[in-house]
Nanobody, 117 residues
Framework: QVQLVESGGGLVQAGGSLRLSCAASGITFGLQAMRWYRQAPGKQRDVVATITSDGSTYYADSVKGRFTISRDNAKNTVYLQMNSLKPEDTAVYYC???????????WGQGTQVTVSS
C-alpha cells in the first residue's frame, strides 16, 4: 500500500521560512521522480517543484530562487525548503510521485502553509 505523508506546514510571516517533508512508503522511492504541488482556495493544483531519481530539479517560475526541493533516498523522504515566503505562497501543499506507464500517481493528504503579510 502506497502512502505519502506530508508534514511541516504552518503559519509564518512574510519573509520567513518553512521546510516541508514527505515520507513515502510502499514504493521503490529511489526510482521515483517526486513532485510538490500546491493548491490555493478556488484555484487549480499546480506543480511547484520536481526532483528526478538522479537528483535533477525543476521549479515553477514563481518559486525559483526561493524554494529548494531535495530528497533523501535512505529515508524515503522528499523535502521542500521554502525561503522568503510571500502571502501568495499560501496554499495546501501536496507531494506526489510522477506517474509512469508502469506505476500510477499517488497523493499525500496535504499540509497547509499560511503566510501572513
Amino acid at each position: 500500500q502506497v502512502q505519502l505523508v506530508e508534514s511541516g506546514g504552518g503559519l509564518v510571516q512574510a519573509g520567513g521560512s518553512l521546510r516541508l517533508s514527505c515520507a513515502a512508503s510502499g514504493i521503490t522511492f529511489g526510482l521515483q521522480a517526486m513532485r510538490w504541488y500546491r493548491q490555493a482556495p478556488g484555484k487549480q493544483r499546480d506543480v511547484v517543484a520536481t526532483i528526478t531519481s538522479d537528483g535533477s530539479t525543476y521549479y515553477a517560475d514563481s518559486v525559483k530562487g526561493r524554494f529548494t526541493i531535495s530528497r533523501d533516498n535512505a529515508k524515503n523522504t522528499v523535502y521542500l525548503q521554502m525561503n522568503s515566503l510571500k502571502p501568495e505562497d499560501t496554499a495546501v501543499y501536496y507531494c506526489s510521485n510522477v506517474a509512469t506507464t508502469a506505476f500510477g500517481r499517488y497523493w499525500g493528504q496535504g499540509t497547509q502553509v499560511t503566510v501572513s503579510s
